[in-house]
């Protein structure tokens, strides 16, 4: 039995992509659309180096920051600094941008 080519994302490690995950519908948008980078918003193609960040199930850690994002070679840094700016991302769309996560603040 073959591999997935979406098994090696999960280890948290930096990944070579791959064509099938390039084009693959993630986030449920076909091609690729949304296979982008968490920071730079970098579209990742066959060839670039990504990494999967494990945010989702961290407790205290990583409440409502937004789950389980990729990140290129150009913005990636150990997971401590990464949940960091996630942690900012969050606080600045809940106060300046505010509308865009308005229905998560019925569901706190």
Known sequence: MSESP????????????????????WGGARGGALFRCAWCGHKFRE??????????????????????PFVCAACDAPREELIGRL????????????????????RR
Not at 15 to 20: C, H
Not at 47 to 67: C, K, L, Q, S, Y
């Open 6 to 25: 979406f098994s090696n994302f999960t280890s948290g490690k930096p990944f070579v992509v791959s064509a099938a995950q390039a084009s693959a519908a």
């Open 87 to 106: 942690r900012e991302m969050r606080a600045l769309f809940e106060t300046k941008f505010w509308w865009f996560t308005r229905h998560s603040h019925d």
């Open 47 to 68: 060839g670039d180096t990504a990494r999967w960040v494990f945010t989702n199930g961290g407790g205290e850690e990583t409440r409502g920051i937004g789950g389980n």
